[in-house]
C-alpha cells in the first residue's frame, strides 16, 4: 500500500508539472526537491519503524502535493492523513 501510494504522489506531481504520469513516464523529468523527500517512502525492511517511517514520507508527499493544487482540500484532509499517520507510530 504504502508503495502504491508514493507512485500515485509522484503520477499527481508529474500531472502537476505537465509530465506524462501514465507507467511513470515522467517521474525522471520530477525536480528532486519533489522526488528527495519521497525516497524515504521506499519501504526497505519490513520492520514497524521502518513501515512508519515509509508511511510519514508519503503522506508528507501527498499532503504537499494536496497543498500545491488545492489547499483548501489539504486543509482539510491533512488532519485525517495526520491522525493515519499517528495511528501506526
Given at each position: 500500500m504504502i508503495s502504491a501510494v508514493r507512485d500515485q504522489v509522484l503520477a499527481l506531481a508529474c500531472l502537476r508539472l505537465?509530465?506524462?504520469?501514465?507507467?511513470?513516464?515522467?517521474?525522471?523529468?520530477?525536480?528532486?526537491?519533489?522526488?528527495?523527500?519521497?525516497?524515504?517512502?521506499?519501504?526497505?525492511?519490513?520492520?514497524?519503524?521502518d513501515l512508519a517511517k515509509a508511511f510519514q514520507a508519503t503522506t508528507d508527499g501527498l499532503a504537499r502535493e494536496m497543498r500545491l493544487v488545492d489547499p483548501e482540500l489539504a486543509a482539510r484532509l491533512e488532519p485525517a492523513l495526520s491522525s493515519l499517520v499517528e495511528s501506526i507510530t
Open positions: 505537465g509530465l506524462p504520469a501514465r507507467e511513470a513516464r515522467g517521474v525522471d523529468h520530477v525536480p528532486p526537491d519533489i522526488t528527495r523527500p519521497l525516497e524515504s517512502g521506499l519501504v526497505r525492511h519490513l520492520e514497524p519503524a
